[in-house]
């Protein structure tokens, strides 16, 4: 599959903690820790914090983390949900009830750009009892539970003996790894105690030889060859996951298999228990390595307050992501939390900074793309405004400078998505070919609201001026204020075909049946440069985003103090307000199509899409469009299906409730659709629309993942799992 036929992407949270008794720093990151190296302070916290408590009696298994991989190769969309914290490069999930006890699942881990499977436990914990091997489930089943921030294993092993696994994160590169035993008996017991696990290899291609297993001083580690695969694999040979270990420990490696022995037996008199610790570190760098080998290093040395950390940011996250939502619905809440941070990714590469991708679920997504992290801001700005704040970046560190040697004429412009790999690493994915709708001023704003910090503001307004210039200088074919969907001057634009399919990926809206019949124009400048291409046909939602977005930066140039500027935009905005309800707008079909760019005819023949719904969060219907508008989108045989709203009408010949953009409900554009509806005043339709989505939409209210997009007639999940967009905007619609 080319990669990229899918335009999208998504979100994560960093930590902007919970208040009072559990505030944590508003702009901690993945290294943030003992930097003191003190020694753990055992009064600090004990085995489970309250906090860690109260999650577990209320947010426990809020998605199904349970499976065991039996190749390294996950698929294209890993059938197991994993969970990582911190920005992490590597993720985790939990055993089902029938795998071997005594470990985690994996780790996956990416390699830069693709996930793969490192092993099925690497890490799974033996016990001998004066050599004499024990059963870890003669008890019982473990109990095996993911919480908020932490996964969970309790293991009876009879006779009083208990043992209790624990992994969380401790940085953007590391996870910390626990195990506790505990002996309730009458008698004293000496354990022996060992970890095993067996590489998952690759089975083709030079991938097949990139993993190599060897002993390492506290531990073993993986090391990686350098494999350039540009569509599967990609390793710069410097890559490594180390695995330390607290208390020493003897290595003994065969091939792709290991045991790691304590060196010394652990002793158990009645009532006692001792608690083993390790940590499992991926880096892709020397620098990152060393950097990590001290993130561990602290972390082994105060596990008990790197619990404590973690347990008080999640606690934050939790309460902030809950906040004024009903209780029914707080543990899909704190499954969009968990997506989200899931998905979150550290700088790395050429990320800059940390950012959410789409999912880490699927082959494809784990990149950065623009209109997903718009989206994907606001919603994670409830719970962590400063990694939303951070996500944002991480897309303008890519923005086109004024004065670019290799692409003057787009000075300003935000590239459609970047990856830990541009095009001079030999990176695929990363596309310059086209931008995205300008939801930027949207998303800052947003995120301003939950963090109140005017110097981010002060940073990003520059930024989102230029951007918003450059649509006006190379996607206004006719300079007249109203722009459509283009292609940029890129050697991959080299035909008509090229520049019309990076049009469509502009659009966010890939297959969308409005672009079928589409074609290109050049633009050009005074002197005759060709600055880029245009469709043919002006597009409603962009011209409407463009009118939010100039109302957007004036509402932040007027909180700086800049009233002029603040006028002149909203002026700006009233503008193309008037021209997209004077000529876009179907008085007959009560709706709002694209325009033919050479004629300034309505589409109206391609169809209803939901694009024309967008003018009404944007503010620019007026009153009785506005009511057109919603008859047709409250409507069951156009948008109004039991899973609202799909993105083409149901009434429209070219709905397919399986197609892509052709009649899948996607919950950006069901977001859009419901806040249009509150924008006018209708609350009541927007409530019952939140009403049958959650009911309708698969997984919701059980444990199953967040899904890119749904079938509007069943509700049946389609296409990506734990898609952090639509994580990102259901949080705030269970608010209302």
Known sequence: MNPLTRRHFLAASALTAATGSLAAPTAARADDGPADGSPAADSLIEESPAAESLAAERYADVLDLHGTPTQAYPGDNNPITVFADLGAWHAYALPRPTDPPGGFTGPLYLAQEYPWWLSDG????????????????????????????LLRQSHTLGDGLALTLELRFAGNRTALLRARLTNTGRTARTLGVAWTGTLLRPADGPQHDAPRLRAAEHGVEVDFARVRKTWDYLTDGTERFAVRHAQPVRVTVDGDRHRTELAAPVRLPPGSARTLDWTESYTFTAAEYERAAREAGAALRAPERTAATGAA?????????????????????????????????????????????????????????????????????????????????????????????????????????????????????????????????????????????????????????????????????????????????????AAPEDCRQAAAWESGMDNAPRFDAAGVVANRDAQGTLLGWSLTQRSVDLNAYLAAD???????????????????????????????????????????????????????????????????????????????????????????????????????????????WRGLAWLDQTYFAIEGLRRHGWDQDARRAVERLLAAAEGLGGDGPVRENYDPLTGAGRNSTNFSWSAALLLPLLRH
């Open 122 to 149: 690497l890490t799974r914990l033996q016990l001998t009892d004066r050599g004499t091997p024990l059963d870890l489930a003669a008890g019982g089943a473990p109990v095996r539970t993911a919480l908020p921030g």
């Open 313 to 493: 940011r999640w606690a934050g996250y939790v309460a902030r992501a809950t906040e004024g939502v009903p209780a029914a619905r707080r543990r899909t809440a704190v499954k969009c939390v968990q997506t989200l941070v899931t998905n979150w990714r550290s700088p790395a590469g050429r990320i800059r900074h940390d950012a959410v991708t789409p999912s880490l679920s699927n082959k494809w997504f784990s990149g950065v793309w623009a209109w997903d992290t718009w989206k994907q801001a606001v919603g994670t700005a409830l719970f962590a405004p400063g990694l939303a704040a951070d996500q944002i970046r991480a897309v303008f560190d890519h923005q086109v400078p004024a004065g670019s040697a290799d692409r003057p004429q787009d000075a300003g412009m935000v590239p459609d998505c970047v990856f830990y790999n541009d095009p001079s690493t030999g990176g695929g994915n990363w596309n310059e070919r086209n931008s995205k709708p300008p939801l930027a001023a949207w998303a800052v704003w947003e995120v301003y609201r939950r963090s109140g910090d005017r110097a981010f503001l002060r940073e990003l307004l520059p930024k989102l001026t230029a951007y918003q210039d450059w649509w006006y200088r190379t996607r206004d074919h006719l300079g007249e204020g109203l722009c459509e969907y283009g292609a940029t001057v890129d050697p991959a634009n």
């Open 550 to 660: 100039h109302r957007h930066l004036a509402a932040i140039a007027a909180e700086l103090g800049d009233r002029p500027t603040a006028e002149r935009l909203r002026a700006k905005a009233g503008r193309i307000d008037a021209a997209i309800r004077d000529t876009m707008y179907d008085p007959a079909g009560g709706w709002f199509h694209d325009t033919d760019l050479a004629t300034g005819a309505r589409l109206t023949a391609r169809g209803r899409g939901i694009e024309g719904a967008i003018p009404l969060w944007s503010g620019t219907a007026d009153a009785a469009q506005a009511r057109a508008v919603r008859a047709r989108l409250l409507d069951p045989a156009e948008f109004g299906t039991p899973m609202p709203f799909p993105t083409v009408a149901r009434s429209s010949p070219s709905f397919d409730p399986a197609g892509y």
